[in-house]
C-alpha cells in the first residue's frame, strides 16, 4: 500500500514538473501554411498545431476575412500578429487563447509598446530572463522564460534606445525610430568562455534565481566579464551574509535581481530619486544598477551606489559604494566602500572599507578597515584594521590590527597589534602593544611597550610572573602571584599564621609593585599590599582589620627560574574593633595603639622583615 501511495505521489509531482515547463499557448511554436484562407479556418489551423483553444466573439471580429500567413517554427503570437495586423489582441488562460478586438487608435498616442522575442544569434534558441531597458525614462521588463518580453514607452521620447543585457551574452541596442506599437526581434551573441575570479557582495543571488523568477536572492557577482554561475566554486557564507541575504529576500523583488546579475557591467546615473521601496519608486525596477547623487526612501531604499546624500525611513540597502552622508531610522547595509557619515538607528554593514564615521544604536561591522570612527551602543566590530577609534556600549573587535584607541564598557579585543590605548571597564586582549596603554581590570598581551594598568595584567612573552611562598611578622606562611611587566605589576596574596588564640588566622591581599634590574641576577622590588586580616575568634564584630605593607626586597636568582626575595618592610595596622597588633615575630615599633581624634580607631605601625622563595621566567 505504502509502495502504491509512493508511485502516485511521484507520478502527480512529475506531472506537475512537467506542466510547469510546458510554454503557454502564445508562446509554443507551430509551422502553418494557409493560403487563402478564411479568418476561421485560419484559426483552426493555428489551434491544432499549437494543441489549444480559441475564445472568441464572432460578432466582433471579421471571421471571413482572407489571409495568407507562412511559418515555420514560429511563435503563436508572431503568427497571430500576421493573421490580424494588430488590429486583434490577444491573451492565454490555461489552454485557451483569447481574442479581444483592439481599441480604436487614440490620434496621438501617450504610449506605445514594444514586443518580441529574444533569441541565441547562434543557435536560434529563445533567450530567458533577460534584462530589457531604456535609460532615459528606466522602464524596463525581463523576459519570460520562453525569451518573449513586452515593454511600454512614451512616444514623445526623441531617441528610443532599447538595451538588452543577459549574463554571458554581449550587450545589445536596438535604435527604435518607429512611435507605434509594433514587434521587434532581438538577437544576443553569447560570450567566449572566460576563467576569472568573481568577488561576491553580501546582497546575494542564489544559482535558483537564474531558474525561477519566485526564487530568492543572495549572491551578486560585481566584476565583469565573468563565469556563468555553473562554473563558479560554491564558497562558504558567513552568518553575517546569511542574515542580510534574507533581509535582501525581504525587499528586493525577483526581477529586480535578474537585473543585479544581467546588468553587472552597467551604471546609470541619476541626480536624485524618492522611493518607497526598493520597486517602488522613480528608478523603477533598475534601481539595483543606479548611482543616485540625492537618496530619498520612505521605508526602504535600494541602489548600487550614493555620490552625496542617503535617508531612509527604516534601511538602506547600497550595493556598490556611499559617499557623503548616510541614514536609516534602523539599518545600512553597504556591499562596496563607505567614505562618509553613516548613521543607522540600529546598525551599520559595510562590506569593505569606512573611511569616515559610523555612528549606530546597536552594532557597526565593517568587512575590511575602517579609518575613522565607530560609535555603536553595544558592538563594533571590523574584519581588518583600524585606524581611528572604536567606542562601544559593551565590546569592541577590531580582527588585525588597530593604530588609535579602542574605548568599551566591557572588552576589546584586537587579534595583532595595537599601537595607541585599549581601554575597558572588564578586559582588554591584543597581540602586541607597541605604544600607548591597556587599561582595564584585566589586561591580556603576548608582548607590550608599555606597562599595562588594572586589576590584573598578563604578558605572555617579557612578562613579569612570579608564584612565591614566604613567611614575615604577621603570618607564617604567604602565597602570593605577581603579575604583569617587570615596571608595574599587580600582586594576589593569601597568608596563615598558625598563631595564637587571639590573633588573626587569614589574610587576603591585593597590591602593586615594580622592580628595578640592578644587576643580571637581582632586581630590587618596591611595593605596596593592602591585607585583610580574618579572626575566627567567635568575636566577630563586623569591622574592618586593616593592614597596608610596603615592602622593599632584593630578588636574587638562584637557578633557572628560581630566585630568593629578602627584605625589609614599613607597616601600618589599623582596626575598628580594639584588636591589638596581629605580630607573631619580634618587630621594630614606630608607634602602637594611637587613637585618632574622630573615631575609635586603633594605629600601629612598624618595621617588619620577608624572606621568600620564587619562581617564574627571568
Request: net charge positive; proline share 4%.
Amino acid at each position: 500500500m505504502n509502495s502504491i501511495r509512493y508511485s502516485i505521489f511521484l507520478l502527480f509531482f512529475i506531472n506537475i514538473r512537467l506542466l510547469a515547463q510546458v510554454p503557454s499557448p502564445l508562446d509554443r511554436l507551430i509551422s502553418v501554411d494557409i493560403r487563402n484562407a478564411t479568418v476561421d479556418n485560419a484559426l483552426r489551423q493555428i489551434s491544432r498545431a499549437g494543441q489549444f483553444e480559441f475564445s472568441y466573439n464572432a460578432s466582433r471580429i471579421d471571421v471571413n476575412a482572407v489571409v495568407t500567413v507562412r511559418a515555420t517554427n514560429t511563435p503563436v503570437r508572431e503568427v497571430l500578429n500576421r493573421v490580424f495586423r494588430n488590429r486583434v489582441t490577444f491573451k492565454s488562460r490555461g489552454n485557451h487563447v483569447i481574442l479581444v478586438q483592439a481599441e480604436p487608435a487614440e490620434a496621438e498616442p501617450k504610449n506605445f509598446l514594444l514586443d518580441g522575442y529574444i533569441l541565441d544569434e547562434q543557435t536560434g534558441e529563445r533567450i530567458g530572463r533577460a534584462s530589457v531597458f531604456e535609460k532615459t525614462t528606466l522602464a524596463s521588463t525581463v523576459s519570460n522564460p520562453f525569451g518573449y518580453y513586452r515593454l511600454q514607452l512614451p512616444t514623445n521620447l526623441p531617441t528610443v534606445r532599447l538595451d538588452v543585457r543577459k549574463q554571458a551574452y554581449q550587450g545589445e541596442t536596438v535604435v527604435v525610430r518607429s512611435r507605434i506599437s509594433h514587434s521587434v526581434t532581438i538577437r544576443m551573441t553569447p560570450q567566449p568562455p572566460v576563467t576569472s575570479t568573481v568577488q561576491t557582495l553580501p546582497i546575494r543571488v542564489t544559482e535558483d534565481t537564474l531558474r525561477s523568477v519566485a526564487s530568492s536572492l543572495s549572491s551578486v557577482p560585481v566584476e565583469m566579464p565573468t563565469p556563468t554561475i555553473d562554473s563558479i566554486p560554491p564558497q562558504p557564507v558567513s552568518v553575517v551574509d546569511q542574515g542580510l541575504a534574507s533581509i535582501s529576500k525581504l525587499f528586493v523583488s525577483a526581477q529586480q535581481a535578474i537585473h543585479d546579475i544581467n546588468l553587472s557591467r552597467d551604471t546609470l546615473y541619476r541626480d536624485w530619486q524618492v522611493s518607497f521601496l526598493p520597486f517602488i519608486g522613480t528608478n523603477h525596477r533598475l534601481s539595483g544598477r543606479i548611482s543616485n547623487r540625492l537618496s530619498f526612501n520612505a521605508l526602504v531604499g535600494y541602489s548600487f551606489s550614493v555620490r552625496t546624500l542617503e535617508v531612509g525611513g527604516l534601511a538602506n540597502l547600497v550595493r556598490a559604494d556611499v559617499h557623503g552622508f548616510q541614514a536609516a531610522g534602523l539599518a545600512n547595509v553597504v556591499g562596496g566602500n563607505v567614505q562618509a557619515v553613516q548613521v543607522g538607528g540600529l546598525a551599520n554593514y559595510t562590506d569593505q572599507n569606512v573611511t569616515g564615521v559610523q555612528v549606530a544604536g546597536l552594532a557597526n561591522s565593517v568587512g575590511k578597515s575602517v579609518d575613522g570612527l565607530q560609535l555603536a551602543g553595544m558592538a563594533n566590530y571590523t574584519n581588518e584594521d583600524v585606524r581611528g577609534m572604536q567606542i562601544g556600549g559593551l565590546v569592541n573587535v577590531a580582527a588585525q590590527s588597530i593604530r588609535g584607541m579602542q574605548l568599551a564598557g566591557l572588552a576589546n579585543y584586537t587579534h595583532n597589534d595595537v599601537k595607541g590605548w585599549q581601554i575597558s571597564g572588564i578586559l582588554n586582549r591584543a597581540r602586541r602593544v607597541t605604544s600607548g596603554h591597556q587599561i582595564g581590570l584585566f589586561n591580556v598581551a603576548d608582548t607590550v611597550g608599555s606597562a599595562p594598568i588594572g586589576l590584573l595584567s598578563y604578558i605572555r612573552k617579557g612578562g613579569y610572573q612570579r608564584v612565591e611562598v614566604a613567611a614575615n611578622e604577621v603570618n607564617m606562611l604567604n602565597v602570593t602571584f605577581r603579575t604583569g611587566v617587570r615596571h608595574f605589576y599587580n600582586i594576589l596574596t593569601a597568608g596563615h599564621s598558625f598563631g595564637r588564640d587571639g590573633s588573626p588566622r587569614l589574610s587576603a591581599g591585593y597590591g602593586i609593585g615594580s622592580a628595578s634590574r640592578l644587576s643580571r641576577a637581582t632586581l630590587f622590588n618596591l611595593e605596596a599590599i593592602y591585607h585583610h586580616l580574618f579572626y575566627f575568634d567567635g568575636n566577630y564584630s563586623g569591622e574592618w582589620n586593616n593592614h597596608i605593607r610596603l615592602n622593599t626586597l632584593l630578588e636574587t636568582k638562584l637557578s633557572g627560574r628560581l630566585s630568593l626575595a629578602f627584605g625589609p618592610s614599613f607597616n601600618w595596622y589599623f582596626s575598628n574593633d580594639g584588636r591589638p597588633r596581629p605580630l607573631l615575630q619580634p618587630d621594630v615599633t614606630l608607634f602602637a595603639d594611637r587613637t585618632d581624634s574622630y573615631s575609635n580607631t586603633l594605629h600601629s605601625g612598624w618595621i617588619g622583615f620577608q624572606v621568600g622563595l620564587r619562581y617564574g621566567r627571568w
